[in-house]
């Protein structure tokens, strides 16, 4: 875990701590609902850096600080509650708050329900059903445990055939691993609980956006059918792996109209759209942070405008991209800006 997400996991646990976040909450009103996304939960004793995408798989002490956070200082609501309030029957509370988790992890039967049952809370899961019936891994964490997590991006990228071929099959998984999917029982006790409706999540986690349409409906109706026989509910909610959002960054100006300047100073202004049509949603644009570099050196940390003084003579590099720090990995292509001092 790089140093900085370590500070600031830091920070957000002595607030959940000291009750900040209560004092806040107790005050707001949401403008919507506020849905929280979870994918798996972690044991408190796993060591850290022991499995891949380990921000997705809060700690289960976590989770139970946020469960209570989300009990005493705000509105729970399930999935029938939302429901009811879009069909104009029933106005939603002031906060409310909806509880999800992507995947089906083994995670979220295992150490996620006694927590939710603890303080009577509602969860919807998603799940995906092949790895579910198959006992494998989810693709992408087979991916990351063989060839790191930037592979799995790699794949993100591919179209469906070549992703179907090379590695949607994943690889047998033992249930005690923290990876491990829920097995079938499971998904059945969850449902049965009355606390946890069970969603569809494709088969097998593709990108859906990548494949064809007889794909996506391969990997939809499959998945539904399979949770409906499980659970002998009809599936009436479904979670959309996307990929991650394709940003563009543009550089609005630099040191010199004609890319040739005598000042050794330069200064550059950028933003970043979201493709296609340049509207960067607010839940993105508050998580985007930028990186910047200048020639050989490496990327760090800037924000617009990012300002150089006393550079030397001859021919240089800008570089900025967008860094999505949901998923902590770059998600745009750097901009780039050549300039040359005389
Ligand atoms: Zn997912």
Redesign the pocket.
């Known amino acids: 875990m790089p140093v900085k997400d370590a500070l600031s996991a830091a920070v957000k646990q002595g607030m959940l701590t000291l009750g900040q976040y209560r004092r806040t909450l107790a005050r707001t009103t949401l403008p919507g609902v506020a849905v929280l996304g979870y994918?798996g939960l972690r044991a408190d004793d796993l060591p850290a850096d022991s499995m891949a995408f380990e921000n997705l798989h809060v700690r289960a002490s976590t989770f139970d600080a946020h469960c209570r956070v989300v009990r005493e200082c705000c509105d729970p609501i399930t999935l029938d509650d939302w429901r009811l309030a879009a069909a104009g029957r029933r106005p939603l509370p002031p906060r409310p708050v909806l509880i999800t988790f992507?995947?089906g992890y083994r995670s979220v039967a295992r150490i996620g329900a006694p927590i939710l049952a603890a303080h009577q809370l509602a969860a919807v899961v998603?799940v995906?059903s092949d790895p579910i019936l198959r006992r494998r891994l989810?693709w992408f964490d087979a991916v990351a445990a063989r060839d790191g997590e930037a592979a799995v991006e790699r794949w993100k990228a591919c179209d469906y055939d070549s992703w179907s071929a090379g590695c949607a099959d994943s690889t047998p998984v033992d249930d005690d691993d923290p990876r491990a999917p829920m097995t079938v029982d499971e998904v059945i006790a969850l449902s049965k609980s009355g606390r946890v409706e069970i969603g569809g999540?494709?088969s097998r986690?593709p990108i859906l956006a990548r494949a064809s349409r007889a794909r996506q409906r391969e990997e939809i109706a499959g998945n539904c059918e399979a949770v409906r026989q499980w659970t002998g509910r009809p599936v009436r909610a479904f979670?959309y792996?996307a990929p991650p959002p394709a940003f563009k960054m543009h550089i609005d100006g630099g040191p010199g109209k004609v890319n040739s300047t005598s000042s050794n100073k330069a200064k550059f202004r950028f933003h970043v759209t979201y493709n296609p049509r340049g509207h960067v949603p607010r839940s993105v644009q508050s998580s985007l942070r930028y990186k910047c570099k200048l020639d050989g050196k490496r990327y760090r940390k800037c924000s617009s405008p990012k300002k150089y003084r006393h550079l030397s003579k001859g021919r240089h590099k800008f570089r900025v991209k967008a860094v999505y720090s949901i998923n902590h990995h770059d998600a745009s292509d750097p901009a780039k800006y050549r300039w040359k001092i005389h």
Request: proline share 9%.
């Open positions: 994918h992507d995947d998603f995906c989810l999540h494709t986690h979670a792996p």
